[in-house]
């Protein structure tokens, strides 16, 4: 196809992200002038990390005084679901030779959901898979940006934009719950953030409640799962 041609299916392919990404950042680039970071940080943030809850993670997490070694492991949790998304697309970026570094970069839900569930995409298309996690991340970096410059020079009450994430992961949640459908990974997580609360300091409390439920979940795994019965 024509390189305009290709270009314009791409737009057209992206624009449900772009009417999600476009407010979404502009929340996200708000909420980070509003902890401290410069209109530059918020803009390197969604060019190098590029990470969607993860960013929202991070501004938040360091506004609340939260050590750098935090702040990276609660990322790395968030985000470890990218690693099963990347397993499942080694063969479709088979053969993507300089694009593929960027595709893996660029593999958010959002772009994993479009380059999986287009009829019309064909599974050796690497420049077209290249166009669309492009332009969705550039909707993604006008967002922070457009959000970023808006808190840095309106003047306006942004009380409670920082729910923005609480939100964020409650939809999160909610999708995962509708997924999964089984209540014991959301309970062991409930009580781990729970004893984490009333047990140990406030700069601690995140990385505790991801650790006890790790355990949690592991010794379950470990010891409730009954084993399966192997074929002849």
């Known amino acids: 196809m024509g390189n305009r041609r290709a270009w314009h299916e791409a737009l057209v392919t992206t624009l449900p992200v772009l009417f999600g990404y476009l407010p979404l950042g502009a929340a996200f680039g708000i909420l980070a002038i509003e902890v401290g970071v410069p209109v530059w940080g918020a803009l390197l943030m969604s060019l190098v990390i590029y990470a969607g809850a993860g960013q929202f993670l991070a501004v ?10 935090e702040v990276a492991v609660a990322t790395l949790m968030l985000n470890s679901r990218h690693l099963f998304y990347g397993l499942s697309l080694l063969k479709r970026f088979d053969g993507a030779g300089w694009r593929k570094p960027y595709l893996i970069f660029a593999l958010t839900d959002e772009t994993y959901s ?7 995409l064909p599974r050796q298309d690497h420049d077209q898979a290249l166009r669309i996690s492009l332009l969705n991340q550039a909707w993604w970096v006008l967002g922070s940006l457009a959000g ?18 609480t939100a964020l992961f409650l939809v999160l949640t909610l999708e995962q719950a509708r997924r999964l459908r089984r209540g014991l990974p959301f309970v062991i997580a409930l009580v781990s953030g729970l004893a984490a609360l009333f047990l140990l300091p406030e700069r601690h409390l995140l990385l505790g409640a991801i650790g006890a439920a790790c355990l949690l979940l592991l010794a379950h795994y470990r010891w409730c799962t009954p084993p399966r019965e192997s074929r002849p």
């Open 114 to 120: 479009l380059l999986t569930s287009q009829a019309t």
């Open 60 to 69: 938040a997490l360091l506004g609340a005084g939260a050590g750098l070694a």
């Open 148 to 165: 970023a410059v808006a808190g840095a020079s309106l003047t306006f009450d942004s009380r409670g934009i920082e729910f923005a994430l």
